[in-house]
């Protein structure tokens, strides 16, 4: 400690000693007007510097420019987003007109690193970003959802209810605790998420996908971090007033088909149980037989259609950019909304944002900024439990019904009255539940950068500042299903939490012959402070309805339930030193390495050093190298350090249980001594091996990005069952290793002078892998009936269970089947049971027989995308897909705990009835067996998907009159996301994010049509 | 100095800023010390409150008496004295001699032994560390050997369902995934020595007689546990020395009501060496500590105080048992050991030799509580129940209404005590506390049978069948240790030699691999 501080002195009075070495000298005074080659307009905004000083200027809208340089050795840099860069020299000129042209490839690309930016072309480690206009090409709440399928290695499993944020994944799950989540720096405040931010506010993001790249960020980089940037303005740039926006339609996909009541029926009675064929009769008697099929009772349910609906999903967003030659701003207010797939309840998303970003030059050396971002949102989320009922209840009961006339208010049916054991019907969780989140974020950054030396040395202090409110209120009413009476309560929970982050860092460039260096050294102060009260009521009076929101209040509540009333609170504080070196030689050899030195007062851990190193060997720079058609090619590796602070810290120590006991018909109290605790006294900790390659070829049309990567953590927070004793605890002890080859291909051409397009596609490959779990060799997970269990050498969290070989067609067929006739007598197997292989061939089914059945993971994730565009015309498609992850299809899982209820139509159907029906699925008495209901791979399904992911096609207007005045710059797009799927699970959407399905809210396909206008 | 004069203001903004980057870490590091937020800290005990040393006496009983209700069953199904009725697929099974490792019950029985020893361990060495500030040191001793007899007793049980297990040595399990597994005679033999270690340090009286913790452990229980650990063992001097100092001391006797030994009026009987306690305190509602008695209870019953509540039906006398009962003549201790339901009755009846019976052979029993259905329909699940934790409805406390709540369960008695005695000296040990004949006829005399003569193992082993029906396993524990399995293969069950044990849960296979076929 005392160390760090003493040579951060030293580094700091060298650098002090150069801010002294400042001279001044005469100047001249250059002009000039930039074009574009594209259509020889003139380029307003286009950067102009000198180069090694900080002077500098942009052009006006018409393209031209004034600048004072200070003599005829000085350089001008000309850049400008989008085209290449130029230098030349003054000389003894004093009007140098500049045509650019535009950069198609992006070597040159500044991309956004941690405390800073890098160059594109020196980059030695695996970062992806993906910019605005690829991010706004997805209508969603959710700006990590527009990645999905665009950068291999980051899985997005997306969710469909309304406002809820999609699994994000950057490479693999290396964690068991708080969901793996990346860290997210918006403008450099740290977020766990970035469901706040409309994506119209986001200008680029940044992915930084390796440890060589995220290392800098310590003790929160071990899931991978994200960073986001938002809109500001730039230099000497006209107003420019953008609407953005769309309103569409969601419309629920591959709605599962569930057995119809002639179905459903068929298979009750198959069941061969009285109990069934009872209910059945008795709706034959309060319903009628059905004219059509008189077996059938005269009721046919689509439950699935009586709870869906298309939503409607809106946009907009209007924000003004601009700047002069000292100051640039951007404002931006946008707005939300999204309705839920589900009628009858309050299903919705709303929220509002408002944005401003200012930076402006004080001096020449100083500038100052600012951004304030400011999220409103309100969220209707429907009782889950809807999407479990409407599976299960049965068709042969109608959505009301008169003759249930003790139901109030509504006279909604009731399977009760049928003899079932439930009352089934998803409305009664539609109608009388609300629970609303109301959500309010605010995000404030202040900075100054100050350039001690200029274009050598500068000090930037940034101070960020951000304060969240979420207020939970879940109201249920009050209401009779006709055989039970529900009591009325309510529930409202108020957190806030205030966090901020204070980084102040030097940045030193240097340049001395063909070498160039670049240092930054820093420190940044963090502290996370939340606190919330709960508190839970029952019986309001009056009973709450919907009409009557504005009295739902826990005041009005008869009783306040005290084991519902609490509170809570945390407060954490980081401390971190921080240094990065990149170094170039000729821009051949690249070394590039970074420093952290974390501190928190979350674990007994205090302290810990996160290091990173990386070099690049650009082979396209030597002179021996010779590949045709090769414009550029960089060997990159790196390896780092990172860590997880997210685990629950827990220092235990032995406890004492009191109890109580008789003794001689006395109560007398005991104490017992517990001598097991939870100890995770340290965050997890991940080393990273990152090897790449970077190439552009083909005149630098087609570009090519290859990692592939071994990341390993260590200390995983895990709960391992300790010898002789009942308690579990946590441990640091496991370790997970993920590996995988990642790999990305674009082309992009334009033919003749109207025709432009690209095509690119993307692939990952991810091996999830329990390296040890600290002595045991598997730990389960799961529930006993649905077991998952890690074991060493497999994937995390495994399904575990039998494995089927078809269905017994015969009685012989089971004689012969290897199986003792002791067990088949024992276990009772009959024709239409699943014939599980006896793995160790011992004649017995036991758990010896169970192995691994797959894992939630995917194997192999990829996209691909295509992109034309013919004079006005833009048309782009996304594909997406991945392999090899399992579904557990707990909703066929369910009949183990209920058997009355309805099941999908797929199983109906082909239920095994008779020898040769089927080699899938048992019979209808069999799947109320204890031997059909083991955990096997009949549960635990192919998973794998492709989606044609999105699909847009806009037009634009430029140029154009209306009534003689000039209209505004216009894109009319219309926009299909997520319109086809193609999988062969069992349910609504492949994308299950713990690969359990019970109730997963399906995924719409979203159309839209949208308007973008630049005044 | 030319540069400061011509750019001041730059100079000190520069100086700030650094100062800033430097200063800023100092003070704020500081704040790495902050506390976290609602974490409770566990003080540092303070070990001169000897005081506290007897809460955690009583914590350690509490975990003696804290019997989760599978753990019995398990230890006791496999006799042919009793059969697993009810739909716990587990235990049936076990019943029947057809074991699997991941049977449930048998990975929970052996947290229930084991979690108890490891605490047992932590109470030990808690108290070890009262000792030193203790101004009565030997009352730390004294409480360290009470635990070490339960300790020793549970050690017992688990070495007779597994045979070779772990002998834990502390309170840290971390040292057992290296611990090699001891075998069943190095594990009797451990419990042996722990009891003549603690001997010594435990009170000279009858546990009744106790006045800290009456019914606690006393020398006497720590005799009568290394009397059983011997017994299995076969030292039989041992044994007859352990029961005949017991006997030699005076201070036991058997109930003379047999039948109301196992119920409220044999509640800390003279009789009982080691007792679980259990207490409603007399109060008709509110706290209540319970053994889960409804195990046992008669899944149908028409009880004497209405609203009384049944059982689960799941703990059924053998009907080998009954008519080892009858075919002997025995009274009291069959009407003590066994429900009878009309059902049941008739069943024994359909065999001709027993068709007449003795008239307290009935489904009402003497307190007038009426076993199983009274309609021609068939019980569900027991056609007998057990009348050893039978507790009439007419003895709970009024308001009360679970099944044997206030009843206490006995572990060892006295008549145990006695036919250890007598096995031991059949079996050629001598002892000058009793003959063989005597010990066996003071147990007869108190059932009502006549006194026997030149007794042998045959007969002891039958009265310890008659006496003990239903009773921890006792009887199917006699029979393997003198290899009489054929005992065993009655109503359709075959052992064979190697069901001797339970095989080891897979769970406990999995953390501790050591333990492989060990038994």
Redesign the interface.
Known sequence: MKKTLRSYFKVLSVLLLCALAVEASAQTVVTGTVRSSDDGLPLPGVSILVKSTLKGTSTLADGTYRLEVPSGESILVFSFVGYTTQETQVGNRSQINVVMAPDISQLGEVVVIGYGTQEQKDLTSAIATVKSEDIVKTPTAQAMQSLQGKVPGVQIVSSGAPGAAPTVRIRGVGSLESNAAPLYVVDGMFFDSIDFLNTSDIETISILKDAAASAIYGVRASNGVVLITTKGGGYNQAPKVTYDGYYGVQVAQNVLKLSNAEQFTEYALATGSAADASFIQNAFQRFGRSRINPNVPDVNTDWYNEVLQTAPMQNHAISVNGGNETTRYSVGVSYFQQDGLLRDTRNEYERLNFRTKLDFDVSDRLSIGGNINISNATQYNAENAVWFKTYFAVPILPVYDDQNTAATPFGLSNAQTLGYRGSQNPFYDLLYDDNRNKIGKFLANFHFDYDIIPQKLSFRSAYNYSFSNINVRNVDFEYSDGVTDFQSSIRRSHATSYDQIWDNYLTYKENFGLHSLTAVVGYSYRSETNEGLFARGTELDPFPDRSMEELWYLALADGIDEGGVGDFGSRIFGASYFTRLAYNYDDRYLLYGTFRRDGNNKFQQKWGNFFTIGAGWVLSEEEFFSMPNVDFLKIRGGWGQLGNDGVTAAVGAPTIAPRFLAIDDQRVPGNVVIPTFDFVDRWETTEELNVGVTSRMFKERLSLEADYFVRDTENAAVTIILPLIRDNVRRSVAGIRNSGFEMALNWSDKIGSDWNYSIGGNFATLNNEVLSLGGPQYLDAGSAEFRQRSIVGQPLQAFFGYETDGIFQNQAEITNSGYTSEFINDAGIEPGDFRYKDQNGDGVIDDADRVVLGSYLPDLTYGLNLSVSYKNIDLSANFQGQQGHSILNRKRGEIIFTTDTNIDAELATNLWTGEGTSNRYPSAAGLRKGWNQSMSDYFVEDGSYFRVQNIRVSYNLTGKEILGTPMPDTRITFTAERPLTFFNYNGFTPEVANGIDRQTYPIPAVYTLGLNIKF | MM?MKK?PI??L???M??L???I???S??S????????QVL?ED?DYTQSE?MF?????????L??LQWETFPVVSVRGDDVNAAGDQFPLSETDEF?Y???FWMYNSS???F??D???F???M??LLRYKEFAPNPSEADQYIAEIKVMRAFEMLQLTRLWGGV?I?TS????E??TTPVSTREEVLQHISDQMDEALDFLPNVRPNQRSD????ISRYTALAVKALANLELKDFQKVADATGEIIGSGAFNLDADFYELFKIPG??SNENLLEL???D??QSSG?N?AYLHAFFGPNNWTPAVAGSSGGWGFWEPSMKFIKFMLDRGETVRLETSVLFTRQGIELIQSDPAYATLPAFVSNTTRDGDIIGRTDSEPNPRAIFSSGKHYLPSNQLTPGRTAYGTNKNFIVIRYAEVLLMHAEALVNGANSAAMTADQAVNEVRARAGMTALNGVTLDNVLDEKFAEFGMEWGIRFYDLVRYDRTSELNHDGRTYSADDRFIPYP???L???PQLGNNN
């Open positions: 540069i750019q730059r100079f903004a520069s100086l800023a650094i800033m980057v430097a800023a870490p100092m704020c590091d704040q790495l010390d902050e506390p976290l937020e609602r566990v005990t506290n809460q955690l006496l009583t914590g350690a009983y509490e975990l008496y804290a057809r699997d490792r991941s052996w947290l229930n084991y979690d020893i490891i605490k361990h932590a109470a060495e808690e772990l834990p309170s840290q399990t971390a057992l995934y913790v009456r019914g606690g509640k800390l306690q259990y207490s305190f007399g706290e500590e897979l769970a406990q999995d953390i501790l």
